[in-house]
């Protein structure tokens, strides 16, 4: 079975940088996997931020980016603000139409 | 103005069919660019793709749950409904349903608010 791992918890303070990575238990994430990224507020519906690995939705903050390093998708916050916590889950599709999502990073800003 | 929202039983037996269903608007599922997924999420704990339906009725479910999943749409009523058999109280999440641009694979752009099931007897 098909694994996606993701870190389970980073802390960023307000104005730092931060990058959430996303790993693929096949081997290394490529643009192929059309990695994509989402945030999730507690009780909220979780909202697309990426897709394709770096394009951002119209509603995207210009702080976030989306990238490929090391073999994995990336997810960076550049300028983080105290709004930017939150849940961050990462999105890999396998083909076959099949779409596997990572266990999330929570991310607390401090 | 794209919207979806889920609709079903709050509260399911174990061993019972769950149906639920997503109505759509701002969109037309006869699109050939768009297709509907349903994704859940157990309480406190990470997002699960379960399945999704195209205009063109191509279907796709996750190997995992793929024998008790069955998905289909209704274009005229703007609905896809999802049906699950024989649940458990594992299955207890909230069930979302998202749209998907498949032309240029841009999952999930939308999703509706979710509808909380809970199993049990």
């Known amino acids: 079975q098909t694994v996606v791992t993701q870190e389970p918890s980073l802390t960023v303070s307000p104005g730092g940088t931060v990058t959430l990575t996303c790993a693929s238990s096949?081997?290394?994430?490529?643009?192929?996997?059309?990695p994509n990224w989402f945030q999730q507020k507690p009780g909220q519906a979780p909202r697309a931020l990426i897709y394709?690995?770096?394009n951002k939705h119209s509603w995207t903050p210009a702080r976030f980016s989306g990238s490929l390093l090391g073999g994995k998708a990336a997810l960076t916050l550049s300028g983080v603000q105290p709004e930017d916590e939150a849940e961050y889950y990462c999105?890999?599709?396998?083909?076959?139409?099949?779409?596997?999502f990572g266990g999330g990073t929570k991310l607390t800003v401090l | 103005q794209v919207t979806l929202k889920e609709s079903g039983p709050v509260l399911v037996k174990p061993t019972e069919t769950l149906t639920l269903t997503c109505t759509v608007s701002?969109?037309?599922?006869?699109?050939?660019?768009?297709?509907v997924s349903w994704i859940r999420q157990p309480p406190g704990k990470a997002l699960e793709w379960l399945a999704h339906?195209?205009?063109?009725?191509?279907?796709s479910y996750s190997t995992s749950l793929k024998s008790r999943l069955t998905i289909s749409k209704d274009t005229s009523k703007s609905q896809v409904v999802l049906t699950m058999t024989n649940m458990d109280p594992v299955d207890t999440a909230t069930y979302y349903c998202?749209?998907?641009?498949?032309?240029?694979?841009?999952?999930?752009?939308?999703w509706g608010q979710g509808t909380l099931v809970t199993v049990s007897s």
């Open positions: 339906i195209f205009s063109n009725d191509e279907k």
């Open positions: 999105l890999l599709y396998y083909g076959g139409a099949q779409l596997v």
């Open positions: 096949t081997g290394a994430v490529t643009s192929g996997y059309y």
């Open positions: 701002g969109f037309s599922l006869s699109n050939a660019r768009m297709g």
């Open positions: 998202a749209r998907i641009r498949y032309f240029d694979w841009i999952p999930f752009d939308y």
């Open positions: 394709s690995t770096s």
